[in-house]
């Protein structure tokens, strides 16, 4: 997107929006997929993150984590851009708060693990 267009982001059929948080910066590219259909790429993301989660140390979080993500209809992946900044990071974890507020989401966050709110509950190796 190029700034220019509006996403209606109460109609339930986007799939792309550009978040420009600060001018001169470069925007936070968020992405929807769904995980209607087995070989959608949104089953395909669910397939490895519970590959990821077999890393995992075993317990109680990590089975909720796998329960959670057997039901995942949606995912939401925030790309974040080369020059993000402080602010950057917090416009992130407001969409993110967002999606665990409203929609019982988990966050996955690379080279971290899994969080429900701001709690890391499970750590991947």
Do not use: C
């Amino acid at each position: 997107m190029d700034g220019s267009s509006a996403v209606d982001l109460a109609d339930p059929t986007w799939r792309n929006v550009d978040l420009f948080y600060r001018a001169g910066k470069k925007p936070i590219a968020l992405e929807v997929t769904r995980v209607d259909e087995p070989d959608s790429v949104g089953a395909e993301e669910v397939e490895e993150f519970l590959d990821l989660l077999t890393e995992a140390r075993r317990g109680l979080s990590r089975r909720k984590v796998d329960q959670h993500l057997r039901r995942t209809r949606f995912i939401v992946a925030a790309q974040l851009p080369s020059d993000i900044e402080d602010d950057g990071y917090d416009a992130n974890g407001w969409v993110m708060h967002y999606f665990t507020a409203n929609h019982g989401a988990l966050v996955q966050a690379d080279g971290e693990g899994f969080y429900e709110g701001s709690k890391l509950t499970v750590r991947l190796p």
